[in-house]
């Protein structure tokens, strides 16, 4: 613990006022660099389990046609729709951003111009998802309207 000397009065002796504890570990404070770390653990997270289900649910193909058919047909209502609209954007954030995470640690400034790359990676995101997005969209009205 750090302490600090303070004199009351020059003919007294001095008084140690301990100095409050320094937090344990990282503190965030809400900047880019957090944002980015908890955007790309929750993308990765949803990758995963959106994977393990994929495989699963093909898996079915092997074991009977009929089910992996039947399963196949409740993914194709509005909801999913929507569901796929995430995980493509999921994904696409975790690419970018991952590529992001590489310059960091492999170009010699690339922590020095992180905060900006970040705002790239927001702004590639944006851009792609604008592509992808109004298509998707269609499909799913298309779905809805019949």
């Known amino acids: 613990m750090l302490t600090t000397m303070v004199t009351l009065k020059p003919e007294r002796a001095t008084t140690r006022i301990p100095l409050p504890k320094a937090p344990a570990g990282t503190v965030y404070r809400g900047h880019e660099g957090m944002w980015s770390w908890v955007l790309h653990r929750i993308t990765g997270v949803a990758i995963f389990f959106f994977l393990l289900v994929h495989v699963l649910d093909t898996a079915l193909v092997r074991i009977s046609p009929q089910t992996y058919n039947g399963v196949i047909a409740t ?17 696409v954030f975790h690419a970018f951003n991952g590529l992001r995470i590489i310059l960091i640690d492999f170009w010699s400034v690339g922590t020095k111009h992180q905060r900006a790359m ?5 702004a590639l995101w944006i851009i792609t998802m604008a592509g992808f997005a109004p298509r998707q969209l ?9």
Do not use: D, Q, R, T
């Open 75 to 91: 993914y194709k209502n509005p909801i999913m729709g929507l569901g796929e609209l995430f995980l493509v954007a999921a994904i």
């Open 118 to 122: 970040f705002w790239i990676v927001i």
């Open 138 to 146: 269609m499909v799913i009205i298309s779905e809805v309207s019949g």
